[in-house]
């Protein structure tokens, strides 16, 4: 890894070395007909360079806005990396969103060429296309063209790209430097439009360096990636592994996940909490169903993996007879749990949102290291993580070499440096808002900082709770400690102004159709279940098992039960699963309002 910030001038330099000096290495893996298939960095580099001149050949000039719209794969980053070289700027646009979502991105980034990853989400911008007079070609990764249309079949680029000599596209990368526009990348909206980060190859370029430093691979490592790459977290991934030798295996998808990750065997996994918690809850109602022996085992081996974290945590030596018993425990409960992950993880990295602290200690007893970071769209999805030798769970981390962090008189976590953005695409005052005149980021989130160093988030600035007692109380924290039952998929805590906390709860669909068949109510409906008295009080006494864990002032004193999750077609969710509150609270008010009217 190198010491050097700035080795690099552009995302293009980083692309031609890597070509250059590393054609025979595996860069990408991928899965097709049964089997995984490795991608060299000479074909991948042919692949970008002949898409980069095609590019060109379209029209493309420098700060041109290139979209995409496509599941993660293989040729989203060659699609994104192909407009970078060649001086464009990408824009991700999420596979999950609806066609006037689509075309909102793609009118308000004035975005003049599309690529599309097949026939369903081509359809989508056909049902907008009227609307979309910037855009002027659109190009098909599975798929035939369509000239009538204005679609470009994917190999019909390259040939395109045949015409365009190789010192137009070496021209038109070399003029690149650290502080063009790389990427706009829209937030999820979480309160309301999305709003476009205009990412620099400076950023991406830094993000990439700083966290490296804490966060050490080697060549030749392999990764999983699954989160979309329309979300920064994901792309940071990408140019973190290409910086520094790391092959990406993309997930087939998201069901496939647990099979690909046995056959992978990555070293590493950057996820979103829910991943972790879904794994645990599979584990925990694993062991509950299990029963007898078999649970009197795990436990007794998870006290022994408890003890040993504790001791690590706190840089302590292990006991020569406590260390026999965990070897004893790995090998009994833990390594299952372990292959389940691949058998070979050095680490995990979770981010995006917080990851509550009981996860985190229960998977670092089991042998698997989470490490917690910190990112947001606007300082290039870094600023903040645990190391390998140094971490604290319920923190996210030590903040990153070469950014500075302080907290404002409210508590406000702010940074400062070159991970932070350019600003707010068309949207200046945006952008005023959001950094001060010093250069500092304004979060949204309060936090603390130990003596260490290590930030603890606390809550979000907007999304905070007031009670009517004036208490002061995070949404997040308490949805995350209830989302641990098995039984539970969806929180959303409510109670501002209010004289006690409530919350919205949707059921898991596995396991409550499990418990549903064992009390004879096989053939109810998730509304029906949701409606049933027997389900009202187990939920209850999951909730008053989990309140154990809040303070008083936060536990949650009524429940409503919905009878479906919260999705992102009905504009409750953001594309990456984040809680559109004032939406919810508009379309639930009157089950809201039902809890505080005695």
């Known amino acids: 890894m190198s010491s050097d910030t700035n080795e690099f001038r552009s995302l293009y330099q980083l692309f031609r070395q890597n070509h250059r000096d590393h054609a025979g290495d595996a860069v990408f893996r991928y899965k097709k007909n049964d089997a995984w298939i490795d991608v060299t960095w000479a074909e991948f580099g042919d692949t970008v360079l002949g898409l980069s001149r095609g590019l060109l050949a379209l029209g493309m000039q420098k700060g041109d806005r290139v979209a995409i719209l496509s599941q993660t794969r293989l040729e989203w980053v060659a699609a994104d990396m192909a407009a970078i070289i060649g001086g464009g700027v990408s824009v991700g ?20 060429i599309l690529f599309v990853e097949d026939r369903e989400q081509l359809e989508k911008i056909e049902s907008e296309r009227g609307k979309l007079s910037k855009l002027k070609k659109i190009v098909i990764m599975d798929g035939p063209a369509d000239e009538a249309r204005g679609v470009l079949s994917w190999d019909d680029l390259s040939k395109l790209g045949q015409g365009v000599e190789e010192e137009q596209l070496q021209q038109a990368g070399e003029q690149l430097d650290l502080q063009d526009l790389g990427a706009l990348v829209y937030t999820s909206g979480t309160t309301g439009t999305p709003k476009a980060v205009m990412i620099s190859h400076g950023n991406l370029l830094f993000a990439s360096w700083s966290v490296g430093e804490y966060v050490p691979t080697e060549r030749g490592w392999r990764t999983l990636l699954f989160l979309p790459l329309a979300h920064v977290f994901a792309r940071m991934i990408v140019y973190f592994c290409v910086r520094n030798g790391v092959v990406t295996a993309f997930a087939e998808s998201i069901p496939k996940v647990p099979e690909n990750l046995k056959e992978i065997r990555p070293h590493f996994i950057a996820s979103v909490p ?42 302590q030596p292990v006991p020569a007879w406590l260390g026999f018993k965990n070897r004893i425990a790995t090998k009994l409960v833990f390594s299952k749990i372990q292959a389940a992950l691949g058998g070979q993880l050095v680490f995990a990295v979770s981010g995006a949102a917080p990851l509550n602290k009981s996860i985190a200690e229960f998977f670092h007893a089991c042998g698997i290291l989470i490490l917690e970071g910190l990112g947001m769209t606007e300082n290039t999805s870094f600023s903040n993580v645990n190391k390998l030798d140094d971490y604290r769970f319920g923190s996210v981390g030590q903040v990153g070499p070469g950014i ?126 949701a409606a049933n008295p027997e389900v ?63």
């Open 274 to 315: 829910r991943i972790f918690e879904k794994v645990y809850e599979k584990i925990s109602t694993g062991v509950e169903q299990a029963g007898g022996l078999k649970k009197k085992l795990f436990d007794w081996a998870l006290s022994v993996g408890s003890a040993v974290s504790r001791l690590q945590q706190d840089k």
């Open 93 to 112: 646009i999420y596979p999950s969103l609806l066609g006037r979502d689509c075309a909102y991105v793609l009118d308000h980034s004035d975005a003049e």
């Open 404 to 529: 500075e962090m302080k907290l404002a008189q409210d508590g406000e976590v702010l940074f400062r440096g070159p991970n932070v953005m350019q600003g707010y695409f068309k949207s200046p005052e945006s952008t005023a808002e959001t950094i001060d005149a010093d250069g500092w980021l304004l979060t949204g989130d309060i936090g603390e900082i130990d003596q260490d160093g290590f930030l603890r988030i606390t809550d979000r600035k907007k999304d905070l709770i007031i009670t009517a007692g004036g208490k002061n109380v995070a949404p997040q924290r308490i949805e995350r400690t209830l989302r641990i039952s098995r039984f539970i998929s969806q929180v959303v805590a409510y109670g501002d102004k209010r004289k006690f906390i409530s919350a919205l709860i949707s059921l898991d669909p596995e396991n409550m159709a499990e418990w549903a068949g064992q009390h004879g109510l096989g053939d109810a409906s998730a509304a029906d279940l």
């Open 536 to 598: 009202q009080q187990l939920i209850e006494n999951e909730v008053q098992e989990r309140n154990q864990a809040l303070a008083s002032f936060e536990s949650v004193k009524r429940i409503r039960i919905l009878p479906r999750d919260l999705t992102i077609e009905d504009g409750e969710l953001t594309p990456t699963l984040k809680i559109k509150r004032a939406a919810v609270y508009k379309k639930f008010a009157d089950l809201l309002e039902s809890m505080y009217e005695d």
